[in-house]
């Protein structure tokens, strides 16, 4: 009876597919937006209220400028294409912090932050815009709801490997339980991690071309960051793709990204 509960949930997972904006791709998703909102709201308030805000007034009106003039094209852009109800989950807000961290991100319902370390490799608007396109992707592609289910499968995954072999050897069950640990972290959950930052990448390009960018802009500030990531883990073992790999899929992706782009 265990078996068939079990199998019966997973298959169930299998039906609540999505669809990713001008890529197409097929995903995943088991948790509904709001439950989503909710923990991202309060976890972005708690990082808001423990990380001090930039004083430096020219680079903070910057992020909050570029990254209104990409939300608002990017709203437009759904609007226009009958997802209005994804844009009234939004409630963008876009924060300087002052850390000398090289990152930046963007929760779900767009609460977007960039740490003043990375300033110094976007360089100017174009730079940061390519950024913010970027992190903005991953929240319209609703990536973080796409792990939070991924995870799921993983651990009902794992309970029913544990029913199955419950007649082993408890030797036999340690065994399988590692191997299965190490198989969805190196062959499911990191390489969808890669999968969400390309796609990112992609969304990004579209976005920022769409704000007025130049999307070519992106291969330059990818190299600048190359430069200053010397000793980042092999790709394999990573949840982003090494940056040799980004550029060159970036320069593939940039014909697309010109159509959309207007001087």
Known sequence: MKKIV???VFTGFLVSCSTV??????????????????????????????????????????????????????????????????????????????????????????????????????????????VLGHE???????????????QMIVQYGSSLTDVLLANKSAATRSTISTLYGIGSQYGVMLPYSRKHEYEADRLGLIFLAMAGYNPNEAITF?????????????EFMSTHPSDANRIAKLKELLPEAMQYYKK
């Open 21 to 130: 904006l001008l890529t197409g791709r097929k995903q995943l998703l088991l948790v509904s937006d709001s439950e989503v909102l909710s923990s991202s709201f309060q976890s972005y308030k708690q990082f808001i209220d423990s990380v001090p805000a930039s004083k430096d007034k020219v680079n903070t009106a910057l992020v909050k400028n570029v990254g209104k003039k990409i939300s608002t094209v990017v709203e437009a852009y759904l609007n226009a294409n009958g997802m209005s109800a994804d844009v009234a989950t939004y409630a963008w807000e876009f924060n300087l912090v002052k850390d000398t961290t090289m990152n930046a991100f963007c929760m779900p319902g767009g609460k977007v932050v960039v740490f003043e370390g990375i300033l110094p490799v976007t360089q100017n608007e174009v730079g940061l815009a390519v």
């Open 6 to 8: 079990l199998f019966l």
């Open 136 to 150: 903005i992707a991953h929240a319209v592609a609703k990536h973080s709801n796409e792990r939070m289910s991924q």
């Open 222 to 234: 990818w190299e600048r960051m190359s430069a200053k990531s010397a000793g980042a883990p092999i």
